[in-house]
Nanobody, 120 residues
Framework: QLQAFGGGMVQAGGSLRLSCGAS????????MGWFRQIPGKERELVAGIGSVGTTNYADSVKGRFTISRDNAKNTAYLQMNSLKPEDTAVYYC????????????????WGQGTQVTVSS
């Protein structure tokens, strides 16, 4: 019910925009988030947005990434600027019943991952 788009390969300093399309139900009341994972490491919350627009970012992406949502389109976005090689990971979108649940990674819905590769 969640599908992530927009991953790809980009050089350091470049930008990508990820989209998370939702279907099957309305997610306007859900917290939406983007997580990322690299092999052998725990999945980490990159950015989250609550139903009323509250946002939360990992320290490593603050000032470079922006999360947003369009409830009319049932879609969440992650604009990633000034990308660094350490941003390379599989990115997942997710939805949780509340913003607090999202921050705790207690998500009810997960999309498939989309690979982001940043070359130096």
């Amino acid at each position: 019910q969640l599908q992530a788009f927009g991953g790809g390969m980009v050089q350091a300093g470049g930008s990508l925009r990820l989209s998370c399309g939702a279907s099957g139900r309305t997610f306007s009341a859900y917290g939406m988030g983007w997580f990322r994972q690299i092999p052998g490491k725990e999945r980490e919350l990159v950015a989250g947005i609550g139903s009323v627009g509250t946002t939360n970012y990992a320290d490593s992406v603050k000032g470079r990434f922006t999360i947003s949502r369009d409830n009319a389109k049932n879609t969440a976005y992650l604009q990633m600027n000034s990308l660094k090689p350490e941003d390379t990971a599989v990115y997942y979108c997710a939805a949780a019943r509340s913003f607090d649940s999202l921050v705790r990674k207690e998500c009810e819905y997960w999309g498939q991952g989309t690979q982001v590769t940043v070359s130096s």
